[in-house]
């Protein structure tokens, strides 16, 4: 019923997005020094969304933390740079179902640095139905 749509760092952030709206997720830390977290631990009480990510065949092993925390900053429009804003969002439109209705929702994103480890914070905010 599903395929594989997603692949690398880039496919992980698109699918840690959807998992959070989809399963109501408003926290989730991603950090250079821990394990990225599993979304099908996420998504578990969300059965077609665990379907769905269980299609993916995402090789965690493979991932790099810090390739998924710079694929968001350089989508929420943040630099890795030490001196640079902490701080960014990124707006994107849900589809509900088979509907026409979408929904906005409003990702914010919070880094933080120390000497060798980078965290980022992933907020969900409250979405707007169109």
Not at 98 to 114: E, G, M, P
Not at 115 to 129: D, F, N, S, V
Request: hydrophobic letters at 40%; proline letters at 2%.
């Amino acid at each position: 019923m599903y395929k594989k749509e997603w692949i690398g760092e880039s496919g992980y952030c698109n699918c840690l997005l959807v998992s959070m709206a989809r399963a109501k997720i408003t926290k989730v830390e991603v950090a250079t020094n821990e394990f990225l977290p599993k979304l099908e631990k996420l998504v578990a009480k969300v059965p077609e969304t665990l379907k769905w990510i269980k299609a993916q065949k995402l090789n965690y092993d493979k991932l790099n933390q810090l390739l998924v925390i710079d694929t968001f900053l350089e989508s929420a429009k943040m630099s890795r740079h030490i001196w640079s804003k902490r701080t960014g969002n990124i707006n994107a439109y849900d589809l509900v179902g088979d509907t026409d209705l979408q929904i906005k929702r409003v990702y914010a994103f919070k880094l933080s640095r120390s000497w060798r480890t980078r965290k980022l914070e992933i907020t969900l905010e409250e979405g707007k139905t169109f």
